[in-house]
């Protein structure tokens, strides 16, 4: 239950829904939480005959989702993902959306400004890990990590890949044959939702392995001049290999498994305790 629904506005609760890989908000929630409408399906309706542009793409934003409604029952609530949400908010015209304009202004900005300077774009990353508590250390791994990842993908694109599905389908294939798990499996262990990013989960030796496999997998892709998705994931599969045979060497050396329930902050806030 605690993964279906969210606190945002200050005691008010809006519900969630996890569903096609992304969350999905109660509009009608939302509403009620910026404007404290006695009536937030009426409000809804003067939304959209204030806003033609948001009146004519209402059906592309929204959509039916199976909530809890305030019977306790599973009814159909119309609802939208984060996109669709903000820009709805848009057109709130209420002193509680005002904070939310401002912020989508603010991040447009620092979008547009780090795409005419993409290490604006890295320094944000590292402010943000470093907030959470994650050791420099771990950073540069998960730096690496990343740059590995966007050639890993582009060689991906070039070589018959085309989408998120594709790419998650070749992961994968790594995944389970480097540490013996599928992505969603390997979420499970480490006890986060499926929205959650599972590197910044792993330790740095998950994500040190993580990112032999990958880099292997870019070597062994020009190496076969693979051509297509099949060929693509037996080379995900190859290279998944290779990282397990590190796994297992390393596995022998320490004598406890990589893999565990631990992450890289619950042992970093351990070892500060001792």
Not at 21 to 46: G, N, R
Not at 58 to 75: E, F, L
Not at 148 to 162: I, M, P, Q
Not at 163 to 168: C, T
Request: net charge positive; with cysteine.
């Amino acid at each position: 239950m605690h993964e279906n629904k969210i606190a945002l506005f200050e005691e008010k609760q809006i519900r969630r829904t996890w569903r096609d890989e992304k969350w999905y908000f109660s509009i009608e929630d939302i509403v009620y939480a910026l404007t404290d409408s006695k009536d937030p399906k009426q409000y809804i309706k003067k939304i959209k005959v204030r806003d033609d542009e948001l009146k004519i793409n209402w059906g592309t934003i929204c959509t039916q989702v199976k909530a809890i409604a305030k019977d306790g029952k599973k009814r159909l609530v119309q609802m939208a993902d984060t996109e669709g949400i903000l820009r709805i908010i848009q057109s709130i015209p209420s002193k509680k959306a005002e904070p939310f304009k401002r912020w989508l202004a603010k991040v447009g900005k620092e979008r547009i400004d780090e795409i005419n300077n993409p290490e604006l774009a890295m320094d944000r990353m590292k402010r943000l890990y470093e907030q959470k508590g994650y050791s420099k250390a771990w950073i540069e791994q998960r730096e690496r990590g990343i740059t590995t990842r966007h050639n890993l993908v582009d060689e991906w694109k070039e070589r018959g890949a085309s989408n998120s599905l594709d790419y998650a389908i070749l992961t994968n294939e790594i995944y389970k044959s480097g540490f013996g798990l599928t992505a969603k499996e390997y979420k499970k262990i480490k006890k986060i939702h499926e929205s959650k990013n599972l590197r910044d989960s792993m330790t740095n030796i998950e994500l040190a392995l993580t990112n032999l496999a990958e880099a292997s997998a870019v070597e062994i892709h020009k190496s076969n001049e693979s051509a297509c998705m099949n060929d693509l994931k037996k080379d995900a599969n190859d290279a998944g290999k290779v990282m397990k045979k590190a796994k297992d060497e390393l596995e022998d050396k320490i004598k406890r498994p990589v893999v565990t329930s631990e992450n890289h902050l619950d042992l970093t806030n351990k070892n500060r305790l001792n």
